[in-house]
T-cell receptor, first 111, second 114 residues
Framework: KQEVTQIPAALSVPEGENLVLNCSFT??????LQWFRQDPGKGLTSLLL?????REQTSGRLNASLDKSSGRSTLYIAASQPGDSATYLC??????????FGAGTRLFVKA | NAGVMQNPRHLVRRRGQEARLRCSPM?????VYWYRQLPEEGLKFMVY????????ESGMPKERFSAEFPKEGPSILRIQQVVRGDSAAYFC????????????FGPGTRLTVT
């Protein structure tokens, strides 16, 4: 059974700091992995999608890596800003059409 | 191209009533997913549908919950005889047919059962 874990559960950093959010999954047989952002009371915004054959994806200040063999992904945020404050969710898509989400990392960037 | 639309955004029902949640996928998308998010918890997969077909409903409670995605019109998640424990945010996502399975999410429907 696929399980997705995100560490840390919460993180508070000063503005300008570079930071790494971690995601691990128990079954390496995944189709893809997607990182989302969720603002309080809102829906999910897709940040990056990494196919199982890829090692990383980049978008602006965000970089996501994938190591399928070790069951890990990281989301790197460069030069954090208060506007980055949100919950970041990692989701693994399995071949059975099911997507398994981690519980998220709550990020607070202090001005 | 409008995004995924869900309505209503907020729904209040008394215990025992029925709740009907609607999801219109993005134009050109034929795959729809429903998720439930309980307070302070992550999203839990409920069901995956294609037009007129339920592909995977392994996350749906066995009773009171049903979902459909008809040939015409939105996908509907129906909860009969709601109980307080059904209070949650329900999210719909869609993805295109030829797919990387990249999912695009709607804003969610927040159901409150009183």
């Amino acid at each position: 059974k696929q399980e997705v874990t995100q560490i840390p559960a919460a993180l508070s950093v000063p503005e300008g700091e570079n930071l790494v959010l971690n995601c691990s999954f128990t079954d390496s047989a995944i189709y893809n992995l997607q990182w989302f952002r969720q603002d309080p009371g809102k829906g999910l915004t897709s940040l990056l999608l990494i196919q199982s054959s890829q090692r990383e994806q980049t978008s602006g200040r965000l970089n996501a890596s994938l190591d399928k063999s070790s069951g890990r992904s990281t989301l790197y945020i460069a030069a954090s800003q208060p506007g980055d404050s949100a919950t970041y969710l990692c989701a693994v898509h399995t071949g059975g059409f099911k997507t398994i989400f981690g519980a998220g990392t709550r990020l607070f960037v202090k001005a | 191209n409008a995004g995924v639309m869900q309505n209503p955004r907020h729904l209040v029902r008394r215990r025992g009533q029925e709740a009907r949640l609607r999801c219109s996928p993005m134009k050109g998308h034929s795959h729809v997913y429903w998720y439930r998010q309980l307070p302070e918890e992550g999203l839990k997969f409920m069901v995956y549908l294609q037009k007129e077909n339920i592909i995977d409903e392994s996350g749906m409670p066995k009773e009171r919950f049903s979902a459909e995605f008809p040939k015409e019109g939105p996908s509907i998640l129906r909860i009969q005889q709601v109980v307080r424990g059904d209070s949650a945010a329900y999210f719909c996502a869609s993805s295109p047919p030829a797919s990387s399975y990249e999912q695009y999410f709607g804003p969610g429907t927040r159901l409150t059962v009183t």
